[in-house]
Structure formats: C-alpha cells, structure tokens
C-alpha cells in the first residue's frame, strides 16, 4: 500500500470478496465516507452487524441453509 498511502483495508469476514456486489449497504456506505474524506480513518462499526449471505449453488440452493 505504499504507491496508495491514504489506502485502508476493511475486512468483511462473511460473503464474497465482491461485497458492492451483494449490495452490501455498510460496504457502500464505506466506500462513500472514503472517497468523500479519503485522508479521515472511515467507520467500519456496521462491519460486524452484516449479516452472512450465501452463494447461489448449481441445484438453485444457498450455502448456509
């Protein structure tokens, strides 16, 4: 992260790696706050109420249910 030093990592430990993706309303806000400020440390308190969200298995099932 040193060629983008105003970078920060937030960790979102269920789901995919495409959390905008999943329509993730905390990633989005997320990403908002830091493109708005990126020199301020963002809120990351909504990471850990995101809930799971499974994947969509080739029988048409998710995973986790």
């Known amino acids: 992260m040193a060629s983008m030093p105003q970078a920060q990592l937030v960790e979102f430990l269920s789901g995919s790696h495409v959390q905008l993706g999943e329509i993730n309303l905390c990633a989005a806000s ?3 706050d830091f493109l708005a400020a990126p020199e301020r440390q963002v809120l990351t308190e909504c990471v850990s109420d995101t809930p ?3 994947f969509v298995l080739p ?7």
């Open 59 to 65: 029988d048409g099932t998710m995973t986790g249910e």
């Open 52 to 54: 799971a969200l499974g």
């Open 30 to 32: 997320i990403m908002t």
